[in-house]
């Protein structure tokens, strides 16, 4: 295949911009780490001469011409026997354990050890179903790859359309638990944002302040707080009442508390994670077959636990009274009802809850 070729021209706005980043605003639909290879690879071009380097600044008035090779397809994914921790099977759903590190389904740079491949080696008659031929069958929400916890799969044509249908009318409600950097100024608090892409890196998310994005809604409540090593840090329990890309992420750093562990929006951190410290604990949806309510939780993995284990001076603060019913309390039917994990801190009676003032 011939590559598609771009031409764009530097407006004033965008002159003093590193290339890079110009390309990258220009074109959001590919990745400034992808523009950088391009670069190198001598497909960018200024006046029919090779640009090599992304840290030039753009001019006003100049023109590049930009050849992206255009991606074959790759077929159906392929089967592959990788084990999933299952946490629920029967013949409609299961509700798998995902793995920090593994990505849900194949894309661009991950064609193998998705979970959809290990899926397809699970469940072989995934494959089979007319209606769920496609890179993902069987997925019915994600999870980022280092995020870890519940991932509901469908197994048959009819599940899918009434789990997709579940998270779409809100009937599904979901509890994180995330490690953070940081403790909040208050027990509980709803973070309520328009979420969309970043006017900045067209590749990372954001709040938006003025106009654009989506509507969404976070709830956090402090679980326990402490110190690991000379940092403050809080476990926080996170439920999600909209589902947008990377919104506990962006939220918890919006209010100053980046998850441990987050190279994208964690910013400057000190306490040593392999990944972002954030995990799928409990997930509660109605079955596909009867609609009758599950609820399923998986335990804190590894390195959460070994990372909790070192918090020092820990405080845990009393249990706070149920929100206010909002506006959307009622596609989340008994929502408050969940019970909060005590942390496993101090007592109460010992507690210091001075910072919270």
């Given at each position: 295949m011939s590559p598609k070729l771009n031409q764009l021209k530097v407006e004033p706005e965008d002159a003093g911009k590193r290339l890079d980043r110009f390309l990258a605003d220009k074109l959001p639909d590919y990745s400034r780490s992808m523009f950088q290879r391009l670069l190198k690879d001598g497909a960018v071009t200024r006046d029919g001469v090779p640009c090599v380097t992304a840290k030039i600044a753009v001019a006003a008035g100049e023109v590049y011409k930009i050849a992206?090779?255009?991606?074959?397809?790759?077929?159906?994914?392929?089967?592959?026997?990788?084990?999933?921790?299952?946490?629920?099977?029967?013949?409609?759903?299961?509700?798998?354990?995902k793995p920090p590190g593994m990505v849900v389904h194949p894309g661009a740079g991950n064609t193998s050890g998705t979970v959809v491949n290990a899926l397809l080696g699970h469940c072989p008659e995934l494959g089979e179903y007319e209606e769920m031929v496609s890179d993902r069958p069987g997925i019915v929400h994600r999870l980022d790859k280092d995020t870890s916890g519940c991932l509901v799969i469908a197994k048959t044509p009819q599940a899918m359309t009434k789990l997709s249908a579940a998270f779409a009318e809100r009937k599904v409600r979901k509890i994180y638990k995330a490690l953070v950097k940081g403790i909040p100024k208050q027990v509980t608090e709803t973070i309520e944002t328009n979420i969309g892409r970043s006017n900045g890196n067209r590749q990372k998310m954001a709040v938006l302040l003025e106009r654009g994005g989506k509507e969404a809604i976070t709830i956090y409540t402090l679980v326990q707080s402490g110190k690991i090593g000379k940092i403050s840090t809080s476990l926080l329990d996170v439920k999600i009442l909209t589902g947008r890309t990377h919104q506990i992420r962006v939220h918890l750093a919006y209010r100053n508390l980046p998850i441990i562990g987050d190279i994208v929006y964690g910013g400057n951190q000190a306490v040593p994670a392999p990944r972002q410290m954030l995990h799928a604990w409990k997930i509660t949806l109605p079955h596909p077959r009867n609609g009758r309510k599950f609820t399923f939780e998986a335990p804190i993995p590894e390195d959460m636990e070994e990372l909790l284990k070192s918090m020092t001076d820990v405080v845990v603060p009393p249990v706070p009274p149920p929100p206010k019913k909002r506006r959307h309390d009622d596609d989340y039917e008994d929502y408050n009802e969940v019970d909060i994990d005590d942390g496993g801190g101090e007592d109460d009676d010992a507690a210091d809850y001075s910072f919270l003032e």
């Open positions: 992206i090779p255009e991606v074959r397809p790759v077929g159906p994914p392929l089967a592959e026997d990788i084990p999933l921790p299952v946490l629920f099977e029967d013949d409609w759903m299961m509700v798998i354990n």
